[in-house]
């Protein structure tokens, strides 16, 4: 399979290397900024570098491409993927709007072609681990889920993330978004949500910190928090069930803790990864197989609706 990545910032490094571990040839790049594509280029044997977006998909021989741009652009991009016969893996959020987000799921729908959203939480090991726990109903339902992810990113200010013309919003659609992503696989869909947000930065026109308040249409309540304004790291996910409760600290990416009702504490040891090669290696089977992505581009359109329901604008 070879693959095009569009946008070769930050993101795009941590893809290159999924894809590459996971038995893809990345042999096209395209960025706004050619020199970044030329340099990403070099990266790989045969890598070639193309003006844009657009000329990669009609002429490179790439069978699917990776969005790793800005949110705002999204929607062409991906529509001109689609048009164009590729696979597409889209960064989240999906879009910047709910516009462009319906767009992109129409289109999808329309095709034939793989189309994923890149929620890569979903496949780390220690979240495929404690889907399985919850699935054999060992700890029993659902009832509380808790989600922080938050860290000193006051960099994020001067960046493309605090400007909404760009980013569509601040840490609610960039950060909380994976956890809002993350509830709604364990949890099911979202009945109902609720928020508060604050905009510390100067000179920005988003949230850098937020809380969401959700509510499940099977009954089971979660609180999701971000932050890029907080001291010190803090990202983890803990879901309190009928019987007990099962906690992932980020800060130690190498095991579980169960906690049964009865006090007793189990550590559970699962894989170190950050789930790019799971969710490349997935992403791949799809297409080998020709069945549907999950998450798709519904999954993706749902939580950007979500989110954007919170905003005042």
């Known amino acids: 399979m070879k693959i095009g990545i569009i946008g070769c910032g930050n993101i795009a490094e941590s893809h290159l290397r999924g894809f590459t571990s996971a038995g893809a040839e990345i042999t096209a790049f395209a960025d706004a900024l050619p020199e970044r594509a030329e340099a990403m280029a070099k990266k790989v044997v045969g890598g070639t570098a193309y003006a844009g977006s657009q000329e990669l998909i009609d002429t490179s021989d790439a069978e699917a491409v990776i969005i790793c741009t800005p949110p705002n652009l999204h929607r062409d991009i991906a529509l001109a993927a ?8 889209c960064e989240k959020p999906l879009a910047a709007t709910l516009a462009d987000s319906l ?4 289109a999808a729908a329309g095709s034939d072609r793989v189309f994923m959203t890149a929620f890569r939480h979903r496949f780390l090991p220690a979240h495929q681990e404690m889907k399985r726990l919850l699935s ?5 339902r659902i009832v509380m889920f808790q989600n922080v992810f938050g860290g000193p990113s006051r960099e994020s200010a001067s960046m493309w993330f605090c400007k909404r013309s760009i980013a569509g919003g601040g840490v609610y659609l960039d950060t909380c978004v994976h956890g809002l ?3 709604r696989y364990y949890c099911g869909e979202v009945q109902c949500c609720s928020g508060q947000a ?6 920005t026109d ?31 996910v803990e879901l309190l069930a009928e019987n007990g409760r099962l906690l992932y600290d980020y800060a130690v990416p190498e095991q579980i803790l169960i906690e049964a009702a009865e006090g007793k504490t189990e550590i559970l040891p699962t894989a170190k990864s ?5 969710q490349a290696a997935y992403f791949l089977s799809c297409i080998a197989d ?4 999950e998450p798709g581009a519904t999954d993706g359109r749902r939580a950007v609706e979500i989110i954007t329901g919170l905003y005042p604008y």
Request: glycine fraction near 16%; avoid cysteine.
């Open 103 to 106: 767009a992109i799921e129409r």
């Open 181 to 183: 992503d993350l509830f």
């Open 206 to 236: 988003v949230e850098d910190s937020a809380v969401m308040a959700l509510r499940s249409q099977g009954g089971t309540v979660g609180t999701l928090a971000g932050s890029w304004n907080i001291g010190t790291w803090r990202m983890a």
């Open 290 to 293: 020709k069945k549907p992505a």
């Open 82 to 89: 689609i048009s164009g016969g590729l696979h597409v893996l």
């Open 274 to 278: 950050d789930g790019f090669v799971e």
């Open 198 to 203: 604050v905009q510390a930065f100067e000179g």
């Open 136 to 140: 054999s109903r060992r700890l029993g």
